[in-house]
């Protein structure tokens, strides 16, 4: 069950988009506590297949098990059995499936030896953690009432969640990933799935820290407007 928290207008207009799906699912009893832990087991295929090199089908799971992030705040809301553990839960096993489909692209790039793509994938993992710890920790200390953090930055999870299945799909169209080295001499040329997918992975990690920065910023700005 979802707590519910500030929506930004373009969050909002989501909401009411998908309400009536999300009555069908309550209706089909679904609880908002079962559809996080079913998106989380779709992510944890969508792991899976990129830990394979099914690249393509990373994707698209992939990106099916973040959308159920907003089917368990959309069924807690029509249901009206938001509380403050399913918001917990909701972000716990948001961090968790996130981490574990860069883990499985980790291990994809391992097993095609692309050590360009393991080195992405975890700059990433790791600037995409520190989005979600400043909003949280912002949020314990009192700040970022109002507005919410939510809506500060670049590289919130939904972007992030777009731009890396569209980098997964990418590469299972286009020649998938290979052991391309660009600091090497000579070797493997590079496919365009193998450069989609660097680029994916590489975009995240530097929205994602700028978002940090601007989270941190945010947070600066209400510390110093509350001083006496």
């Known amino acids: 069950m979802a707590a519910p928290s500030s929506p930004t207008p373009r969050r909002d207009a989501a909401r009411k988009a998908?309400?009536?799906?999300?009555?069908?699912?309550?209706?089909?009893?679904?609880?908002?506590?079962?559809?996080?832990?079913?998106?989380?087991?779709?992510?944890?295929?969508?792991a899976l297949m990129a830990g394979v090199e099914w690249w393509l089908l990373a994707g698209i799971v992939g990106s099916f098990g973040a959308a159920f992030d907003m089917f368990d705040g959309a069924v807690a809301r029509v249901t009206g059995t938001a509380g403050p553990f399913g918001g917990f839960m909701d972000a716990a096993f948001d961090r968790w499936g996130e981490a574990v489909l860069y883990l499985g692209i980790v291990i994809g790039c391992t097993r095609a030896g692309f050590d360009l793509g393991i080195w992405l994938a975890t700059a990433a993992m790791g600037s995409a953690f520190m989005v979600s710890y400043t909003?949280?920790?912002?949020?314990?200390?009192?700040?970022?009432?109002?507005?919410?953090?939510?809506?500060?930055?670049?590289?919130?999870?939904?972007?992030?969640?777009?731009i890396l299945g569209l980098g997964l799909i990418g590469a299972g169209l286009f020649g998938g990933v290979v052991a391309w080295d660009p600091f090497g001499s000579g070797g493997v040329a590079a496919t365009t799935g193998t450069l989609l997918l660097a680029l994916s992975l590489a975009l995240i990690g530097v929205l994602a820290t700028i978002t940090t920065i601007q989270r941190i910023l945010f947070t600066y700005r209400q510390a110093t407007s509350q001083r006496p």
């Open 135 to 162: 909003r949280a920790r912002s949020e314990s200390f009192g700040f970022s009432s109002g507005r919410g953090m939510a809506a500060v930055g670049f590289a919130p999870r939904e972007v992030r969640t777009v």
């Open 18 to 46: 998908i309400e009536p799906l999300a009555r069908g699912m309550a209706r089909a009893g679904l609880t908002a506590n079962k559809l996080t832990l079913i998106g989380f087991g779709i992510s944890g295929v969508g």
